[in-house]
């Protein structure tokens, strides 16, 4: 691979200072004079009909300046609209009915939160209460309470795949396995709760302060449900505390009530989530369970492949709708099938809704594979690795599903954790209840199908020069904790030859800066990554014609590198980028040098790039409590090259983190769909003192799609944990693992 400057440093994350001295501003942060607080009324029941609001005590009390529910509101059903209406199921606020026990159903507008407290304390709201549903065995009964009217048989979505001749595959093989595993909830628990700043002023413009991963599709919803023109609806994103998908969905009913109450008041209104709130009425990960057949040779090739999986949806879709697909992508991933079918369900429950959270359905399934993986290697007598090794992908290969897999193979990764873990010295040769094993993955660069039909382009950005000699990015990309930011800025700096503190960054900012989708599907590497190169190009190209006239040089002849100007084979006329660039703004009259970039996928059907990764973690069990003790986990995925090895670095262990947790410990638990634990002192998870060591393996390829060969890192690299975790823990006690969390009482019981 190339060297570079910039691409390849470990360079700090831009906004690390701002975060750590607590200036950096957050959506709960901001204040405006007259400023009013809201708040939101919630269903206490799982599902009823509303016979009545009553909301004139509210009304009356001192300090409130205004009430709305659902008759205040269009009626207007928001959702993912690629899917069509159907899938757009969720009013802001209930207009007639409510689906779980956190549903919206008023909102007021006060002087000061406790005045607003005691307002909702004062709407009156009469129920007509209606049976309920828990489980997805329960709503697909016939005769099951219907949830939806859209869909019968409580279904919110069902996809099918069929690919290659499975019959054929399986009696072709040696040897078959049918399992079946089940995963559970996981709750997103940014340190940031969901917050938000709408103010409509004197001209209608409403301007939304918000956190959330998806700027552009939160301007978009707000349009739509207030039915009000898109460039009436700016959008400014502050400092994110954490989203990891609970905040990609597009618009809450927080943003949409903050809107009405600013227009009805004429005041700004801020409304921010408590913690209870968070748990209760933003998103999970989905409860999925997973059956699955494999037929593989007598020397381990996978034939075939047959998967059902039904997701607990809860109430209403949100990003859902495309889980259960992605069940059934990334089940192709990371190992060569010889055919595939799969049925996925997503079923409506009366539970809290379930949708789209780091993984994106990965971790799940990956974990039911990778189980069965281990035990079909045991059958076979086959060391794991050596399975995995046989079956993996590689470059060149294309899936069943049509996946392209240009660079990179989970073969590289594999010898990369085993040797650095010793894996070959510990296999088997542990004392009692310690144990060792292996997790892998594979997972997508950005989702190819435009989840936003309305939005022209994946992403977009702009490089301009300023009058300083620096140059300033304007990007709508969302940095939610992740480091985009300081990513995209190397990528500017590298293309046009400046050192990193020549470079200057706009957020998004929907009046201002291009359109980029947003942060999710581990895509901003990728698509802005790709948008801003671009557009660091154009401005280059610009330059150089400038500097060819300044300098009275050819421009193919010119070249900037590391901060300076250089003319080939006139070393006497080196002088510094900063100099000459207040030079051509001074020429030009302050006319703006500008360079834009667009980045739309090749293949709109499938994705960019692949990455894939594993993991080994050893493991020590006490076999009386079940207490699992992590001793070391050996980390590695296939990012592509490093723009930011610091980064990489991050993103690897903070997705151990993650999975630690859901994997030992974290779980909403619900009692008749009432989250039993919402909060941090009920719900736990891992803290320093949890986390082991943690090796990272690093392995690098070249991707052709990627920009200056990077691919993703973010999302893929959670996938191994839960499964080499479990791997572990069953070689430690000599126990297979079906389902998680890896409770104490699922580790000791008979």
Not at 550 to 565: H, T
Request: with cysteine; net charge negative.
């Amino acid at each position: 691979m190339g060297q570079y400057s910039i691409v390849g440093q470990r360079l700090p994350r831009t906004d690390g200072l701002a975060k750590v001295t607590g200036q950096g501003m957050y959506a709960g942060d901001f204040t405006m004079p007259g400023m009013l607080r809201g708040k939101i009324l919630r269903s206490p029941l799982p599902h009823a009909r509303i016979l009545r609001v009553d909301t004139s005590r509210a009304e009356r009390l001192p300090g409130v300046k205004a009430v709305i529910t659902g008759r205040d509101t269009l009626g207007v059903k928001f959702g993912a609209p690629r899917f069509g209406p159907k899938h757009m199921d969720e009013h802001a606020l209930a207009m007639d009915r409510v689906r779980y026990i956190g549903d919206e159903v008023a909102a007021v507008a006060a002087i000061d939160e406790d005045v607003a407290e005691e307002a909702l304390r004062l709407i009156d709201v009469e129920y007509e209460e209606l049976p309920a549903v828990f489980s997805p065995d329960e709503a697909l009964l016939p005769g099951a309470p219907q949830i939806h009217a859209h869909a019968p048989g409580n279904i919110s979505r069902r996809i099918v795949f069929d690919l290659g001749d499975v019959e054929k595959g399986f009696a072709d093989s040696y040897h078959i396995r049918e399992d079946r595993f089940s995963t559970h909830g996981q709750a997103h628990a940014p340190m940031e709760p969901h917050a938000c700043l709408a103010h409509f002023d004197a001209s209608g413009k409403l301007t939304i302060w918000t956190s959330t991963q998806v700027p552009y599709y939160v301007k978009n919803d707000l349009a739509l449900t207030l039915g009000m023109p898109a460039t009436a609806v700016r959008v400014i994103l502050p400092l994110i505390g954490g989203g990891f998908g609970g905040k990609a969905d597009g618009m809450y009913a927080l943003e949409f009530c903050a809107a009405l109450l600013s227009k009805k008041t004429g005041r700004p209104v801020q409304i921010v989530y408590s913690r209870e709130e968070v748990f209760v009425a933003t998103r999970r990960r989905h409860p999925i369970t997973i059956q699955l057949k494999t037929g593989v040779s007598k020397d381990g090739a996978i034939l075939a492949r047959q998967a059902k999986c039904v997701l607990d949806g809860g109430a209403y879709n949100g990003l859902g709708v495309v889980t259960v697909v992605l069940c059934g992508y990334l089940l192709n991933l990371p190992y060569r099938l010889g055919s595939f079918k799969y049925e996925g369900l997503r079923v409506y429950t009366n539970n809290p809704i379930s949708a789209a959270m780091r993984g994106h359905g990965a971790p799940q399934v990956h974990f039911a594979s990778e189980m069965q993986m281990d035990r079909l290697a045991e059958d076979l007598g086959m060391d794991p690795l050596e399975i995995r090794i046989k079956n993996g992908l590689r470059t060149g290969d294309v899936t069943l599903n049509g996946f392209h897999i240009n660079s990179g193979s989970l073969e590289e990764c594999i010898r990369a954790v085993a040797e650095k873990s010793g894996w070959q010295e510990k296999r088997g040769k542990l004392p009692p209840n310690r144990g060792i094993g292996i997790g892998c993955s594979g997972f997508y660069s950005g989702a190819s199908y435009r989840l936003r039909p309305d939005l022209p382009v994946y992403s977009a950005a702009i490089v301009k020069l300023n009058e300083d000699g620096s140059v300033q990015l304007l990007s709508g990309a969302t940095d939610s904790g992740q480091g985009c930011d300081t990513l995209l800025m190397q990528i500017v700096a590298e293309e046009i030859g400046l050192s990193f503190a020549d470079v200057r960054l706009t957020r998004a900012d929907t009046d201002i800066t291009p359109v980029d989708l947003g942060n999710f599907s581990s895509r901003e590497t990728m698509y802005a990554g790709n948008a801003t190169r671009s557009a660091a190009a154009d401005l280059k190209q610009k330059l150089l014609v400038e500097l060819s006239n300044l300098l009275e040089a050819n421009a193919d002849d010119i070249e900037i590198r590391e901060g300076k100007v250089f003319v080939k084979g006139s070393a006497d006329r080196t002088k510094p980028f900063r100099d000459l660039a207040h030079a051509i703004y001074l020429r030009r009259l302050g006319k703006p040098l500008v360079g834009e970039g667009t980045y739309d996928p090749p293949d709109k059907i499938n994705y960019p790039a692949y990455g894939f990764g594993a993991h080994v973690t050893e493991v020590e069990v006490d076999p009386e409590s079940g207490e699992v003790t992590l001793l070391d986990v050996v980390s590695t995925h296939d990012c592509g090259r490093a723009i930011n090895p610091l980064a990489v670095e991050g993103q690897l262990e903070g997705s151990v983190h993650m999975a630690l947790g859901w994997t030992l410990m974290e779980d909403v638990t619900l009692e008749e769909g009432r989250v039993m634990n919402p909060s941090f002192l009920d719900y736990k998870i891992p803290t320093a003192l949890e986390m082991p060591p943690v090796t990272i393996a690093h392995v690098e390829t070249d991707d052709p799609e990627g920009p200056f060969g990077a691919k993703e890192v973010g999302e893929g690299a959670l996938c191994p944990i839960a499964p080499s975790v479990a791997s572990a823990v069953g070689n430690a006690i000599g126990k297979k693992i079906d389902c998680l969390p890896l409770t104490g009482a699922q580790i000791t019981r008979k």
